[in-house]
């Protein structure tokens, strides 16, 4: 799950936002987010969705699966 982590804080960092705005956006916690991009957590579906709709990629894109 690498690669989830490393997309996740790259396109919060494209789109300016800090975890906290992210977080609004998609409605999870800010220690949602940092657990995801620290590796410590992997999102479940629900959140892999949110983020895919809020960035306007595909899941699997953020899973790598795809470019």
């Given at each position: 799950m690498e690669i989830l982590?490393?997309?996740?804080k790259e396109l919060r960092i494209e789109k300016g936002l800090s975890q906290t705005a992210l977080a609004k956006?998609?409605?999870f916690s800010?220690?949602?987010i940092?657990?995801?991009e620290s590796g410590?957590?992997?999102p479940d579906a629900i959140a892999v969705k949110a983020l895919a709709?809020?960035?306007?990629v595909?899941?699997?894109?953020l899973l790598g699966l795809e470019n």
């Amino acid at each position: 799950m690498e690669i989830l982590k490393e997309k996740i804080k790259e396109l919060r960092i494209e789109k300016g936002l800090s975890q906290t705005a992210l977080a609004k956006n998609i409605g999870f916690s800010q220690n949602a987010i940092s657990q995801w991009e620290s590796g410590k957590r992997v999102p479940d579906a629900i959140a892999v969705k949110a983020l895919a709709k809020f960035f306007g990629v595909s899941a699997d894109y953020l899973l790598g699966l795809e470019n």
